[in-house]
């Protein structure tokens, strides 16, 4: 099969890799599309460290090909998403309904994939720069056939972490202010989840002014140029002294400062961006003294299984917008020209489609 091998200095288009059978509890997905996330180009980057050679992708959805012994579900033929979390299911953040913080599974690699007699490692237990892998059967979420793959792979990662990171980790509530930085696929996905809570103000800041009109059509009420002015000037004038929430969607030691200092007394930072393995987070102390807090959020706090249905529930409604995410769809043999645009920021989410 063919897949996009990164081998710690480039990537590379391959035919030939092989994956293993399922095992038990464990079924085989082909992958149909998958989105490209800013985790992978962290990867590629050097800035989440990560062992190679290496399948990225981590953003996917396909059809169930093939059981382990054991499973009941999903079945042969189901269309899927693919989740991230390949938990244990036993332990007692999986058992209480918090599988993100399942330790047993957590930063665990595999060597699922040979290619050339060289066993290939898989990314955050997925790999969907692959024609077909190999996932636990819990991570492998059925939905209707009728929702177009090329749509359905973003609520892998994008959605999940966006929109829980509001309806999960941060509760916003009916009335509150929002304050989002960074307004790409997961900045997005904050901001419309932001809209279905109920959020009164809901502020976009990029440094990007062409993303004015998209994050508008997401929910945003303000637009901010983050390369233009006093942002935080104007944060505080916009919601009146200080927002209930700020969600980095960067990362980094300087945005994350900045970020504190929008915030409200009570009022909440939300950490989504990946910063560098190296960065530290400095602010005054007293920052802390008005109830102000910082909060980790991996994944959106979320819970597949559930959460996949609900935001499917939503897109049927016309609440969740989806198909507006993905501003284009690229063939497995144009994978750098995606990685370009990705880099130059001309993407909110592009999206790879498997060879049929």
Known sequence: MKAIVFDGTENRLVDGVTVRDPGPGEVQVRIVASGLCQSDLSVVNGKIPFPSPVILGHEGAGIVEAVGPGVTMPAVGDHVVLSTLATCGQCAACTSGHPTMCRESFGKTATPFEWGGTPIHNYATLSTFAERIVVQAGQAVSIPKDIPLSTACLIGCAV??????VLNRAHVRPGDSVVVIGAGGIGLNVIQAARVAGAATIVAIDTNPDKESQTRLFGATHFIDATAG?????????????AHHVFDCVGGEAITSQAMEMLDWGG??????????????????????????????????????ADIPKYLDLYRSGRLLLDELVTKTYQLEDFQSLMDDARNGKLDRGVLLMPS
């Open 160 to 165: 999940l972490t966006g929109a829980g990171a």
């Open 230 to 242: 006093d942002t935080v000037a104007t944060v505080r004038e916009l919601t009146d002294g200080g």
């Open 268 to 305: 909440q930072l939300i950490m989504l961006g990946v910063a560098g393995p190296e960065a530290k987070l400095s602010v005054p102390a007293s920052t802390f003294y008005m109830d102000r807090s910082v909060l980790g959020c991996r994944y959106g706090s979320s819970r597949p299984g």
